[in-house]
């Protein structure tokens, strides 16, 4: 069965620093991969999605993320933080035949000044 | 822009009894789901739902829960008799389309506490 693994439950940056949230997924068939975000008290706003297309998927708010096959990873990362990214984030698996989504536990990512 | 919307945002209710969670989906998508979270674990998969039918459930979607379109707008999640495991967030979500690379789209949330 397809699982998600988000390593770190809390990711500690400084306004203007790097930010890299890690997922790594379990399957023998690259799966379809989202990044969703949820800031406080709203739902999970789709951040980006890798769907084949293209190894290096852009999405809102300057984030990015590297689909590799050889490292099973879906990466999130921006090149300089902002205050208001802090939020929870989630990487999630989807695979052909199946609707659901396949959550991670989620990384709070907390940016301080 | 268009956007789900679920409510009530909160809801506490005694063990046993039955609460129904609502959800008003984007109103051009075909299908719907729940999803769950409970405290410090995984978003879950519960169900999705099209023409008016369950095309897919989790193993946590036993006999106890039950969905429905009673209307052209919203999307209902009752549970029965509910149980303190229960205890979760609560998620639905609309997509346009079907298939594994669709997006779906979440509402806000309605946090569920069984006491």
């Known amino acids: 069965a397809q699982s998600v693994t988000q390593l770190g439950s809390h990711v500690s940056v400084s306004e203007g620093a790097l930010v890299l949230l890690r997922c790594n997924y379990s399957?023998?068939?690259?799966?379809?991969l989202f990044w969703y975000v949820q800031y406080p008290n709203q739902g999970l706003q789709l951040l980006l999605k890798?769907?084949?297309?293209?190894?290096l998927v852009k999405g809102i708010n300057g984030f990015e993320a590297e689909f590799k096959k050889s490292e099973t990873s879906f990466h999130l990362t921006k090149p300089s933080a902002h205050m208001s990214d802090a939020a929870e984030y989630f990487c999630?698996?989807?695979?052909?035949?199946?609707?659901?989504?396949?959550f991670g536990t989620g990384t709070r990512l907390l940016v301080s000044p | 822009e268009p956007e789900v919307t679920q409510t009530p945002s909160h809801q506490v209710t005694q063990m046993g009894q039955e609460v129904i969670l609502r959800c008003v989906p984007i109103?051009?998508?075909?299908?719907f789901y729940w999803y769950r979270q409970i405290l410090g674990q995984k978003v879950e998969f519960l169900v999705s739902?099209?023409?008016?039918?369950?095309?897919?459930k989790s193993e946590i979607f036993d006999d106890q829960f039950s969905v429905e379109r009673p209307d052209g707008s919203n999307f209902t999640l009752k549970i029965r008799s509910t149980k303190l495991e229960d205890s979760a967030m609560y998620f639905c979500?609309?997509?346009?389309?079907?298939?594994?690379?669709?997006?779906?789209?979440f509402g806000p949330g309605t946090r569920l506490l069984v006491l």
């Open positions: 890798y769907t084949s297309a293209a190894t």
């Open positions: 399957s023998s068939v690259p799966p379809y």
């Open positions: 979500a609309s997509s346009e389309g079907t298939g594994p690379q669709e997006t779906q789209y």
């Open positions: 999630a698996a989807s695979n052909t035949g199946f609707q659901k989504l396949v």
């Open positions: 109103s051009n998508h075909l299908y």
């Open positions: 739902f099209y023409n008016n039918e369950i095309s897919e």
